[in-house]
């Protein structure tokens, strides 16, 4: 029967996993404490803690957590790695560590959701960093909004080049439009006089008729 010790120790270690970004699993075989003291210094600086667990204790807490796949992982002695910050930059520094203290073995991880393979655990340390990952987001946004101020600045200058062209042809335009108009015009003129009745002469002969009939 558990001691309320070993359940408060799960209840921790549950509390511990759920809290974690990521969890990375070592075999810490052969080192020294010296060695893990100074893996859990560098560990901090990544905001990841490791702890060194019972692996009966650790499978009771993964269990409860629902990551029962990782209780294959936990067989000879274990160090857990709980990761607050970025995995990258905690498994970078496991990997340090791992060429400074061989004895030190990555036994795999979980991130995701999902368990990681000793392999999958161990390529994390060569992927880019959240850091450099944000650096490199940058720099390509800062490409893109000048890109796209160069293509405004183009597209600016063409309008400008369109209204100055606008601008030379339209008197020419007009002119050409009131040489229309005018003649036009002096058309209509022409066509309202022809087509008025000549009234003073339908006049003048009906007054020479009337004369000669008095005589």
Known sequence: MPTAEKIDRVAELKASIEGSAALLLTDYRGLTVSEISELRRSLGEAET??????????????????????????????????????????????????????????KGGWMDGR????????????????????????????????RAASMFQATQSRFLGLLEAFKDKAPGEAVIEENESAAIEETTVEEAVADEPDEERSGDGAGDGNDEGEE
């Open 49 to 106: 803690s490791l702890a060194v667990v019972k692996n009966t204790l650790m499978q009771l807490a993964v269990a409860e957590a629902g990551m029962q796949e990782l209780r294959e992982l936990l067989s000879g002695p274990s160090a857990v790695a709980f990761v607050g910050g970025d995995p990258v930059a905690a498994a970078k520094k496991i990997s340090a560590a791992a060429k400074q203290f061989p004895a030190l073995v990555v």
């Open 115 to 146: 368990m990681l393979s000793a392999e999958e655990a161990r390529a994390l340390a060569d992927l880019d960093s959240r850091e450099v990952m944000l650096s490199k987001i940058a720099g390509m946004l800062k490409a893109e909004m000048s």
